[in-house]
């Protein structure tokens, strides 16, 4: 009797030493995966997703299938709602773009990233400012000087009102005397449309919204709004590269501006299940696809999990509450 006790006891013992063993990351999806985009179709965070989705399709990189989801309404309020009223749902992902930070400052959502549970930084995306081609502009000191002449009778598409778009708009306005009016549209790619088709004079696209419109020969970058140039060299059109567009400090307009391209989850999701797809980013890092979006759309490839992106996040928060306080964009409570 004493013998069969003691196996039993050695058998749970056992059986608890095993669990004990097994790795935090052994959890993974077991039925499909939607990977929601508060933003709407054509824009950066659209191709970004999309472009994702298709390389763990193409390399079996998840056993479950991902679907994409725009969620775009209320500036994206309504993709960031559904994420954070879906608890203890491992199989919803979100992209977020600087929406995150302006939608709940400028609307007054009950939302805040502190909702949902933070997986990785991707990458950080350029803001480029953009002309027609077939206008004469080769610098943007010449934009803004006819922008000036103009009397506030230029048009500046952007995506949304009161985001990063519009943002940039207000610092531009306010350090150069040039007045515009500001055109939203409901992505990047619809912004990118309405320049090549001159409803607008200018916009300040993201690279990968406008790349091909500048291949094309319908679009100009003019210059980026970051503190020193583009790293990358190929040739992309014109005899240009991403690395020959100077910045726009060097072009009288002293802004900086990047955006987050992060991957967040719901709220209360585990260590194991952040880690997952922590490790299924890091996979997708790898495949030559992924470099190929990041060369063509001149991608900061800033890549942060952890506590590092969590300060990142809280300090990009701060950072869009100062921008939006200055331009008059906040909520009034």
């Not at 725009?70 to 929406?99: C, M, Q, W, Y």
């Not at 943002?167 to 619809?190: D, L, N, V, W």
């Not at 040739?235 to 955006?259: R, T």
């Not at 190929?292 to 701060?318: H, R, S």
């Amino acid at each position: 009797m004493m013998k069969s006790i003691t196996k039993g006891v050695l058998g749970a013992a056992a059986v608890v030493c095993a669990a004990q063993l097994t790795p935090a990351q052994a959890w993974e999806p077991t039925r499909p995966v939607e990977f929601i985009i508060p933003a709407g179709p054509g824009g950066g965070a659209d191709i970004m997703a999309r472009t994702v989705q298709g390389i763990v399709t193409k390399h079996s990189l998840m056993k479950q299938p991902m679907v994409v989801i725009n969620k775009a309404g209320g500036a994206g309020g309504e993709g960031f709602l559904d994420v954070k009223n879906s608890r203890n749902n491992p199989h919803k992902i979100v992209i977020t773009l600087s929406n995150l930070f302006t939608t709940p400052l400028a609307t007054g959502i009950p939302f805040s990233w502190k909702d949902l549970t933070p997986v990785a930084m991707l990458a950080l995306d350029e803001f480029v400012l953009w002309v027609n081609a077939e206008k004469p502009y080769k610098t943007a000191k010449d934009y803004i000087e006819a922008a000036k002449k103009a009397n506030g009778t230029y048009k500046m598409g952007g995506t949304g009102s009161k985001q990063e778009d519009q943002i940039i708009t207000e610092a531009i306005q306010k350090q150069s005397g040039a007045k515009f009016i500001y055109i939203p549209q409901r992505g990047g790619g619809a912004v990118a449309v309405q320049l090549v088709g001159n409803h607008v004079d200018s916009t300040v696209n993201n690279p990968n919204e406008a790349v091909a419109h500048w291949r094309a020969g319908k679009l100009r970058p003019l210059c980026v709004f970051d503190a020193k140039p583009m790293p990358y060299k190929d040739v992309i059109a014109e005899g240009k590269s991403w690395g020959d567009i100077p910045v726009c400090k060097a072009q009288g307009l002293d802004i900086e501006y990047l955006m987050l391209r992060g991957i967040f989850m719901t709220p209360g999701a585990n260590k194991a299940q952040v880690d997952y797809y922590i490790g299924l980013f890091q996979k997708v890092r790898q495949t030559d696809e992924w470099k190929k979006l990041m060369a063509d759309g001149a991608f900061n490839q800033t890549f942060m999990t952890g506590p590092d992106y969590v300060k990142w996040v809280a300090t990009e928060e701060k950072r869009h509450h100062d921008l939006m306080k200055d331009a008059g964009f906040l909520a009034t409570k």
